[in-house]
């Protein structure tokens, strides 16, 4: 095909430098006239425009000849996304489950009306029951304003019971008649166990509730404000704090 290519070329190229030749000076005697001038140029153009079409499908050509060989080639593999040759840990396996263990130990401790719930075991954790000069101490709460109001125990437990659902991220684990145990997912998954122990003084008829919040792990929690949040929704039933710290 490139030889017939070139064949076509140097016809061409012949043929036009006949016929310059022959319209030359001096082929004509070296007199030439205005009409064979003018034939001279319309031939030149003529060869011009032959070389010019010719060269530009002889670049179509050998684009297409391109193309065609790029097409035969097998193609190539996509590349493999970043994601694929970077697997992204996960952050358990970095920091491990921020849940954590529930914590044995957990419940009421003793009998009867002779109930307490356990103290702090570590500076992340708030409780009723620990030293009242202690930073981990809180009061207690009552529900029927120390005996004054006629709430008993049980319509008590349905209204702490129904403020703590309502809270975001808490879980009812176990409830007794007079023992409510739920989990508080926080930030990050981080988790809080929070007890409550109801109590009644069978001389006075004094109610009040006992609360332990604690963290699984080390993470800080702002234990008090949860409380806090808590008592003042059940504030709104009539419950209170007993004491002020």
């Known amino acids: ?56 499908r002889s670049a179509r050509r050998s684009l297409l000849l391109r193309g065609a060989a ?14 694929a040759q970077f697997e992204v840990p996960n952050p358990q396996d970095l920091l491990g489950n921020p849940r954590g263990d529930r914590p044995a130990g957990l419940g009421a401790i003793g009998n009867g009306r002779n109930q307490f719930l356990s103290l702090c075991d570590s500076a992340n954790c708030v409780s009723t029951s620990d030293d009242v000069y202690s930073k981990r101490y809180l009061p207690p709460w009552t529900y029927n304003n120390e005996g004054e109001s006629d709430k008993d125990e049980d319509e008590a437990m349905e209204e702490l019971v129904a403020v703590v659902k309502a809270f975001k991220g808490a879980k009812i684990i176990k409830q007794t008649p ?43 929690s702002d234990h008090r404000s949860r409380i806090k949040a808590l008592r003042l929704e059940l504030q709104k039933k009539g419950w209170k704090s007993v004491g002020f710290r």
């Open 70 to 83: 790029l097409m035969a080639l097998p193609l190539a593999a996509a590349p493999t996304p970043v994601s």
């Open 178 to 220: 007079n023992y409510l145990y739920a989990e508080f997912e926080r930030e990050l998954g981080f988790v809080d166990d929070v007890e409550f122990l109801i109590k009644t003084d069978e001389g006075s008829g004094a109610g009040t509730v006992e609360y332990r919040s604690a963290a699984r792990k080390s993470k800080k």
């Open 1 to 56: 095909m490139r030889g017939a290519m070139l064949g076509r070329m140097f016809a061409q190229m012949a043929l036009c430098v006949a016929a310059s030749e022959a319209f030359s000076p001096a082929v004509m005697g070296g007199s030439v006239g205005v009409d064979v001038r003018r034939g001279l140029a319309r031939g030149s153009a003529l060869c011009v425009r032959m070389q010019s079409e010719d060269h530009k």
